[in-house]
């Protein structure tokens, strides 16, 4: 690791070149540049993900993290490169005093040329990314409002300022959910009739569960809040049958269908890295997200004010 | 076919659901064997790990009885340790094994396709399979007939209400044309054209996938790709071991049948056809078909082929035997172990452009690729002592291992001289995508379970490659036997000699 004091944005990128240089490898396979912005007690663990997530994606990763104080602006850097860390390049990048608010000065001489940008916000993000001194570099977003102290709003905040090109961890974490429904609905059950979705009332998940459900299969939908970790519960009734994840103590899920011996299903929670590596492999804008977000006034749960009237039962469930 | 059902979780915009296959069961035949341990259960394990498999799957293992009395699960679970790709995890194991059914029985015994019958009607209510089936012949080909006519009598390989049914068959698929003949008329018999799926690993691979995809996506290299620019192509499949314990496989198969006859006439004809009119199976196929019928052979064979058994001797350190003295190889056994040769493909983009096929056993390092190797430039500004250390420009392919291409030109050498040096460009895929590149395993058995027949080849293919490879066969058995060459080296004297004569020599894989 080099440590860099009181630097600039130039001599942190020929600092990262001569490194490359001296290891007799050069950039060229890098494939983007993800620029993280991260505070003193998030960054740690956003850096083992994104180094982790580098395996798949070799990439250049640079952490943003802002000291706003009294002090004067100044730029401390600490690099490393390839090594036990996989393939990619990291900084770390202290932005202290006024140069907090000046981080994409910064950022532009260290861009790899030619290569997709992505920011990513491990904890509380701008309520508009994409006009973000960092984020407007961008073209792939990546908040994670499970990671906030108050989910929903966050999901508000992301709904209201949509750009394409953002998206959320707490989507990406539906990935498996999504997978298995889809594959259940590979069978005929008819047009569907109603669902219901139970999670945890602070996971950002389940809304959004729902509202794919509800904007997919045009069915009215039902949330109930459970004390269970996570999306505990998924039941669609069909004309033709009844498919049903039920995920109780977080960990086993059993798939039931009409019909059908129930049947164990892997839901692995996984982690950071895995959920920014899935999250790297596509930088197109994606337009199901954008409308499971913008649907989420359509699905609220029944314990909160309702915007429709589809969540009738107002009880408190848990499983 | 099944008939269309629109799933409506299945939007096509919605490119994160990874492509999962449907209801289906898989059959595998001869499930204790080698390459069901080594090779198809680990890469079953690895789809369900990575969620590409439906919870309503299901395999039968099929074995014949002569195997010690293990538990299948017991089997299935220590080949999917030892050997998967990807980490072992419980909840995955226990999802994917709930499905799993065995049956014991000869492949002649209709007791046990009968149990069979009655396992997958079974499987069809109890795990929602919707009577999809997948056979696996991971057996040699001497029982095929056996195994397809009792799938027949009992109903298996056609199906009542829109189910799909699909065979599996690994290499060879023949000894020569007559014999591949026979094979394809007996699968074909009972199964249609469609269902009938060969597995040649090859094409499974991420390069030779992303050969069509640096050929026709760019337009960097589709200009310079034909005789005006290109002096030969060098296709190599190089192997460091010998044949180890499969002597009763190969000894009369050898080199030409093993390797040449599948992987390196698909290598050429991907690296040579035409652009086809889309990416859907028949169109590839097309074109594929198109380059294989205009390949010929040299008029005289005995100048432009090379054959070799390798001797005696010391590779990479250590001694080894050579391959006469292998275990259950005959002293006299004529069987090649190293074959090159030269074919010429009669079309106006490849007119006089020769293309050099070589495989064998026990060479310098396991190696395949595809160097495409340009002509030098027609006129040199520099001194003829600036470029003396310049040869031709290079494009390769790189196969296995350290899938990726490499473009070797000309650089100056820094200095106040000007003096010109071949340089390497390189593009790994480990660099570039992940260390996760799927086996070829993995993405063939994916696409048999969907369905999706591009990287299989036809049965007119396998025809038409063994109508180019049977003359050299017949000449070689008619004419003398093989030169022994040396273990850890690059072949025999002939290969080399086969070369010089065309003004050219081989390229140090």
Redesign the interface.
Known sequence: MIRLDETTGNSVATAIADERRRMGSSA??M?LTLLVLASEETQADAVQAASLAA????MRILVFVARTGREPAHLDAEISVGGDQG?GELAVLRLHGKLAHHAGSVAIPLLLPDTPVVAWWPGTAPEDLADDPIGRHAVRRITDASAVTRPMRSLDVRQRGYQPGDTDLAW?RL??W???????????VGP?ISIEVVCESSNASGPLLASW?HS???APVRSFSAKAPGISEVRIVGELGEIAINRADG??AT?S?T???P????L?RRSLAELLA?ELR?LDP???YAEALMGLPAVAPATRPQAKPTTARPSRRTS | MTAPLVNPLRDPRDRRLPRIAGPCTLVVYGVTGDLARKKIMPAIYDLANRGLLPPSFALVGFARPDFESQDFGQIAHDSVRDHARTEFREDVWQQLSEGFRFIRGDFDDGAAFDSLSTVLSDLEVDRGTLGNIAHYLSIPPRFFSVVVEQLERCGLSRSPHGAWRRVVIEKPFGHDLASAQVLNAVVDSVFTTESVFRIDHYLGKETVQNMLAIRFANNLYEPIWNGNYVDHVQITMAEDIGIGSRAGYYDGIGATRDVMQNHLLQLLALTAMEEPVSFEAESVRREKEKLLSSVSLPRRLELHTARGQYAEGWQGGLPVVGYLQEPGVPATSHTETYAAIRVDVNTRRWAGVPFYLRTGKRLGRRVTEVAVVFKKAPHQPFAAGDVSEMSNNTLVFRVQPDEGMTVRFGSKVPGTALELRDVTMDFQYGDSFTEASPEAYERLILDVLLGDPPLFPHHREVEMAWEILDPVLEHWATHGRPEQYASGGWGPQASYEMLARDGRHWRRP
Do not use: C, W
């Open positions: 060229t396979g494939v395996r798949e994606h070799p393939p990406t990935t498996p999504r997978s298995i429904l889809a594959a259940a609905f590979d069978q005929p569907v459900l997919q299969l045009g960990v086993k798939l269908r019909g059908r011996s049947a164990t299903v892997a692995p899935e596509r994606d337009e199901i």
